[in-house]
């Protein structure tokens, strides 16, 4: 398919001057770039996809997955794009670190990420980044050569890793991290990550603005005093445990933490990942009052919009920061209305049953952490945005064009021309109902089971190759490693 029209659809754009719910106009793709838009295009030889009655929005880019974390890498490259593809997302950057979990490997960055790559090329349905943790000095060290060698610009610190392990207390760090005995994981070593960080912006001043940190916050101290006290007390089951073991004002501690070693570091380009909270919120918000001259940027995770404690189906909804009581999630949508938010993502992490669970299936804290959920990202905030006054614009600019600006992929997340013909056919008047099974990703549960959506990704094209037609996958592993700046 190196050229067609996409014609009759409403299509949403997320610049500014935009309508706020899309325009009718038709879209020329070439050899997988956006050649031409506007109304009533001819179509000469170019084949006609009619999208008569859908939504035609920018592939999302979702900057905020796990690949590998809890299945071999290259098997989550295959499935894990596949259910992307399902939810309209066409680039995922997915984070990578060292230590257990991933690849199971320590060392050097050097010999580490040339085999994530290598593992993952020519597997994946959708195009695809890494977000890379420096979680040893010598790693400090590789940033330099990690920005100009593979085009790695973003990073990333999990604040709670100074004593909590990835899904509760942790006896032994260095042997969780594969991090040196004589190194420690902690507000020190975040501070020289900031610096060196900071120190790569310096070297490559025409790379700066693309060049930011991503900060997981909660505070491991109070976790782990707090999993102590919910366990003793007893009175709590389930996930309302979990929230509870791991209190909101956590994360705030830990937003403001890491806001004033930003400010101390001169380090401007933070991202505060999956704030689930109103204390989060609070936080983060009067961070950017205190430090203005810091470009704070807020993410929230579809799951922690849709769902709670109470209604998110079973266990399978244990991830950090937990999901939140009802209040929780309705102050996210009231910064999300207020324009707090600057963009939404899945933090998708697929973790099959037999995983998830362990011999109790009724223990929270045997429980791991973390779900799948890229397929529902646009289809979840499109339904609930429209019912609460969401801009089908605003949605747009939530999903793509906020999150591939920050992270050095100007090339993708808009409809214009010269662009990559990246896009999402969306049909606004399906309702159907999320089933587990039905999804691409090898995980057999999701926390969002039963709910009832109101849209539908039909169709999803990456670079111009279509690899969902109406809602089914089609064609071969098409993805790109994509190295930053993606102009």
């Known amino acids: 398919m190196s050229t067609f029209l996409i014609k009759n659809g409403t299509v949403v754009r997320p610049e500014e001057n935009a309508p706020a719910d899309g325009e009718y106009l038709d879209i020329l793709v070439t050899h997988g770039t956006i050649t031409k838009i506007g109304p009533d295009l001819s179509a000469d030889d170019a ?120 899904h509760g207390r942790s006896t032994s760090q260095s042997e969780f991290l594969m991090i040196p005995e004589d190194e420690n994981y902690n507000l020190a070593h975040f501070e020289f990550v900031m610096r060196g960080i900071q120190a790569a912006r310096e070297k490559y001043p025409e790379l700066a603005p693309h060049i930011s940190l991503s900060l997981h916050c909660e505070t491991a101290e109070i976790m782990s005093a707090y999993t102590k006290l919910v366990e003793e007390e007893g009175t709590l089951t389930g996930l309302a445990a979990y929230s509870a073991s791991r209190p909101q004002h956590s994360e705030g501690l830990a937003v403001t933490i890491a806001s004033f070693l930003a400010d101390e570091t001169g380090l401007p ?67 999300m209305l207020a324009g707090n938010i600057d963009w939404v993502v899945s933090d998708h992490a697929c973790c099959k049953d037999e995983q998830k669970f362990g011999d109790d299936r009724d223990d929270i804290f045997a429980a791991k952490s973390g779900f799948g959920g890229t397929e529902y990202l646009l289809p979840g905030l499109i339904t609930e945005g429209r019912k609460r006054g969401l801009s089908l614009r605003r949605i747009a600019e939530l999903t793509s064009a906020n999150p591939a600006a920050r992270y050095g992929l100007p090339g993708k997340g808009r409809l214009v021309e010269g662009a990559d013909a990246d896009i999402a ?26 709910f009832e959506l109101g849209a539908k990704v039909t169709d999803t094209f990456v670079r111009g190759h279509r690899v969902l037609t109406d809602g089914v996958i089609t064609g071969e592993p098409v993805g790109r490693y994509l190295q930053r700046p993606y102009l």
Request: hydrophobic residues 40%; proline residues 6%; aromatic residues 10%.
């Open 47 to 166: 084949e006609v996809i009619d999208a008569a009655g859908k939504l035609v929005f920018p592939g999302v880019v979702d900057a905020h997955q796990h690949w590998g974390i809890y299945n071999p890498l290259g098997e989550d490259t295959v499935t894990e794009s596949r259910a992307s593809a399902q939810g309209g997302v066409t680039s995922a950057i997915t984070y990578m670190r060292t230590g257990q979990y991933y690849l199971n490997k320590g060392g050097p960055y050097s010999e580490f990420y040339p085999e994530v790559l290598a593992t993952s090329e020519g597997k994946a349905y959708i195009d695809y980044a890494f977000h890379l943790a420096p979680m040893s000095k010598q790693h400090i060290e590789e940033i330099p050569s990690l920005v100009e060698d593979h085009g790695v610009t973003s990073f990333k610190i999990f604040m709670f890793y100074g004593s909590h392990g990835l």
């Open 269 to 335: 380009n933070i991202n505060l990942l999956h704030l689930s909270s109103a204390k989060a919120l609070k936080a983060a918000m009067k961070m950017a009052e205190a430090f203005p001259h810091v470009d704070f940027r807020r993410e929230v995770t579809i799951g922690h919009l849709l769902a709670d404690i109470d209604t998110a189906h079973g266990l399978g909804g244990k991830v950090n920061p937990p999901l939140r009581p009802r209040d929780d999630v309705e102050a996210l949508w009231e910064h």
């Open 425 to 450: 056919i969306v049909d606004p008047d399906v309702v159907w109902t999320v089933r587990a099974e039905d999804s691409e990703s090898t995980q057999e549960y999701t926390p969002f089971e039963g």
